[in-house]
């Protein structure tokens, strides 16, 4: 069967430090993988989206970048952290492209950014 | 632009006090309606999907509809363990392979 494991699970960053995230399915091959995040009101929101190694597609405009540096492994990455980076943050991955593929998460991340 | 919104924010139910969940959307072509449940500090956990008006799922408790313009999750005689967030996300057209997710449903069940 197929799992998804993502760490750290909860960290605190001060404002200006850099972040990596971590994230590795197993059970599976040439999966779709995600980074979205939630924020206290709000919605989970996509970051990121990968359909394959070293490609990435970004929904939103920030200081956060993704790499997938191997087939089941996506990255989330910071330079330096804002305040507003704060939240809490899913990886997610499926597999094809119908309609019908249910995206799976991760136990998520807490990040603070104090 | 795609827009989920799900209502009411909060629910309160009695143990055994029926009700439902309300999403409305809004996409540009929807290929398929998903209702997730998710537990204080956890992940989201898949419950059903959905692809046309006139669908229906179960699963124990729950019984998620879909009209054109909007889904229902149904919660019949409720347990305090069904309390938690109830998200409901659309994959459509525009959004390819990713979810458009509302901010959800937080239900909480008293005994």
């Known amino acids: 069967s197929q799992t998804i494991h993502q760490w750290p699970a909860t960290l605190v960053q001060p404002v200006g430090s850099p972040l990596s995230l971590e994230c590795t399915v197993e059970?599976?091959?040439?999966?779709?993988l995600y980074w979205y995040r939630q924020a206290a009101g709000r919605g989970l929101q996509l970051l990121f989206y990968?359909?394959?190694?070293?490609?990435i597609s970004s929904e939103v405009p920030q200081n956060l970048s993704a790499s997938r540096p191997q087939d089941r492994q996506f990255i989330l990455s910071s330079k330096k952290l804002l305040l507003s980076d704060s939240g809490f943050y899913l990886c997610?991955?499926?597999?094809?492209?119908?309609?019908?593929?249910?995206?799976?998460f991760g136990e998520g991340s807490w990040l603070t950014v104090v | 632009e795609d827009q989920v919104t799900q209502s009411p924010e909060a629910l309160r139910l009695q143990e055994g006090e029926s009700s439902s969940l309300n999403c409305s959307y809004t996409v540009s072509g929807l290929r398929g309606l998903f209702w997730y449940r998710q537990d204080p500090g956890k992940g989201p956990e898949f419950l059903f999907t959905?692809?046309?008006a006139g669908e229906e799922k179960e699963k124990e408790r729950l019984k998620a509809t879909l009209t054109k313009k909007e889904s229902f999750l149904h919660i019949t005689a409720p347990k305090p363990e069904d309390s938690a967030t109830y998200l409901c996300a659309v994959r459509s057209n525009q959004a390819g392979t990713a979810l458009i997710f509302g901010k959800g449903t937080t239900l909480s069940v008293s005994s």
């Open positions: 997610a991955w499926s597999v094809g492209h119908s309609s019908g593929n249910t995206i799976y």
């Open positions: 990968s359909v394959g190694i070293g490609q």
């Open positions: 959905l692809y046309s």
């Open positions: 059970g599976t091959s040439n999966p779709n």
